[in-house]
């Protein structure tokens, strides 16, 4: 039986036929993982706008949900957690206070520090763009085993680790 080709296949061999010199493997790679990347952030877009967040606001929101009860992170752990800078972070933090998804409150250890806190409406739409994001990733890996999806988390944890290292 013949292998099936994708687009990557066609732009890989209009390559190798215009530049034989080169090793074009890097591209049958990561080629793919970009092209699957937009479908990725498509349905990802799609799951939170389903539950009326931004995927900015889902960020801040699903780390405050991962943290457990009682849902709160001070804004240097989120900062950690979404990688954005200290301005940036300030400005997400009161639009999400402004919408009600969020509160700050005192820290009770650190009278100075704030906490914020998953307000309940913003754990409402977090756990169902959860739900929906993980529906919609499922379908997206539905053509694959699931031996298949184990063997693949493996090998791109395997590239990831190499990055953050």
Known sequence: MAQQTDEVDRIVGAWMTQRPDLDFSP???LSRVD???RHLDRARRDAFR???LEPWEWDVLSALRRAGEPFQ????????????????MTNRIDRL?????????ADPVDGRSVLV???GDGKTR??????????????????????DRE??????????????A
């Open 50 to 52: 389903r539950s009326e």
């Open 35 to 37: 092209r699957l990347s």
């Open 117 to 119: 806190t998953l307000a």
């Open 126 to 147: 977090v756990d169902a763009a959860i739900t929906r994001l993980v529906d919609a990733e499922a379908t997206l890996l539905a053509s694959l085993s699931r031996s």
């Open 151 to 164: 063997r693949l988390a493996s090998l791109l944890r395997k590239l990831s680790l190499s990055f953050d």
């Open 97 to 105: 206070v402004a919408r009600r998804l969020v509160r700050r409150e």
């Open 27 to 29: 591209l049958e790679v």
């Open 73 to 88: 992170l001070s804004p240097k752990q989120l900062l950690q957690q979404t990688l954005v800078s200290s301005g940036t």
